[in-house]
Structures are given as C-alpha cells and as structure tokens.
C-alpha cells in the first residue's frame, strides 16, 4: 500500500502564499502521474493540477498563473507552490499519485488532506 503524507497547508492573507507538499512512502514505486485536487465545503472534487510523468503540467484555468506544480521524482515527493492567493483558495487540498509498486501491482493513492484557508 503507498500512502501519501500532505504537509504545509495553513491560514494566509490575500494575495499571501503557501507551498503544499506530499511525500510517497512504499516499496519500489514507480509513479505515473503526481497531482493536487482540492475542495470546498458543500462542492465536488475538482483538479488544480497535474504533473505527469516525466514534466508536463496541466492546470485548472483558475490557477493558471498563480500555481506551481513541481516533482522531486528521486524523493517520490511532488509540491504545490501558491502565489497570489485569494479567498476562493480556500479549500481542503489532497494530493494523488497513480503508477505501479515493485513494478507489477498498480495502485491509486491519496493523501489525508490540508486544509487551505485564506483571508480577506
């Protein structure tokens, strides 16, 4: 089983920023696809942003800009930069990772979550 530790979530002002990081834990992992989802209360899920294997990045057009996503791949850790922050970043943020564990068994793993909040 891969399990995902979340750090650096917190309170901030307008316009502050945080740095989100989620750290790997398993035996002989192999990761695909590192990613940060996030959620406010009474809303769905919805993707903020992807790194794939290898370096393309992807992210929600809301964070275009202003978010950071980046992979340590040696470290099996993946971080969330966050500039400019405004109070619609206020949510409780979860990491995701996919790939295979020893190379044969895939898995699909998510972190506990960090809660983001931001002031106005």
């Known amino acids: 089983q891969v399990q995902l530790v979340e750090s650096g979530g917190g309170l901030v002002q307008a316009g502050g920023s945080l740095r989100l990081s989620c750290a790997a834990s398993?035996?002989?992992?192999?990761?695909?696809?590192m990613a940060w989802y996030r959620q406010a209360p009474g809303k769905q899920r919805d993707l903020v942003a992807v790194?794939?294997?290898?370096?393309?990045?992807n992210y929600a057009d809301s964070v275009k800009g202003r978010f950071t996503i980046s992979r340590d791949s040696a470290k099996n850790t993946v971080h969330l930069q966050m500039n400019s922050l405004k109070p619609e970043d206020t949510a409780v943020y979860y990491c995701?990772?996919?790939?295979?564990?020893?190379?044969?068994?895939?898995?699909?793993?998510w972190g506990q979550g960090t809660q983001v909040t931001v002031s106005s």
């Open positions: 995701n990772m996919n790939g295979y564990m020893s190379s044969i068994s895939p898995f699909n793993s």
């Open positions: 398993g035996s002989g992992l192999r990761i695909n696809n």
């Open positions: 790194i794939i294997a290898g370096s393309t990045t």
